[in-house]
């Protein structure tokens, strides 16, 4: 079993930067792919970012450019560096975790409020 517990969202101006943090606790950490996934309003959940245990990411179109996922396996943590952020990135974000080989998260956190206002 593993816990995760996201912070740092909050209301940010069109432009503005924030910074997610999600720890994770109750397994080993780097045996898992970390994802950061996000639901606005009357939308479905989407992946926004993901990061390896070798420390490589991946990102949705959207966000290119403009956000950055991170792990430190020695705190057992995964960031999300959001910058130049917009309207349409208002939501709940979430972390999860899943297996190299399961495209499925296993756990996730309780999801963090982000609102960007224009």
């Known amino acids: 079993q593993m816990q995760l517990v996201e912070s740092g969202g909050g209301l940010v101006q069109a432009g503005g930067s924030l910074r997610l943090s999600c720890a994770a606790s109750?397994?080993?950490?780097?045996?898992?792919?970390m994802a950061w996934h996000r639901q606005a309003p009357g939308k479905q959940r989407e992946l926004v970012a993901t990061i390896f245990s070798d420390h490589s990411p991946r990102y949705v179109d959207s966000v290119k450019g403009r956000f950055t996922i991170s792990r430190d396996n020695a705190k057992n943590t995964v960031y999300l560096q959001m910058n130049s952020l917009k309207p349409e990135d208002t939501a709940v974000y979430y972390c999860?975790?899943?297996?190299?080989?399961?495209?499925?998260?296993?756990?996730w956190g309780q999801g963090t409020q982000v609102t960007v206002s224009s």
């Open positions: 999860g975790a899943r297996e190299l080989y399961n495209s499925r998260c296993l756990y």
């Open positions: 109750g397994s080993i950490f780097n045996r898992y792919v």
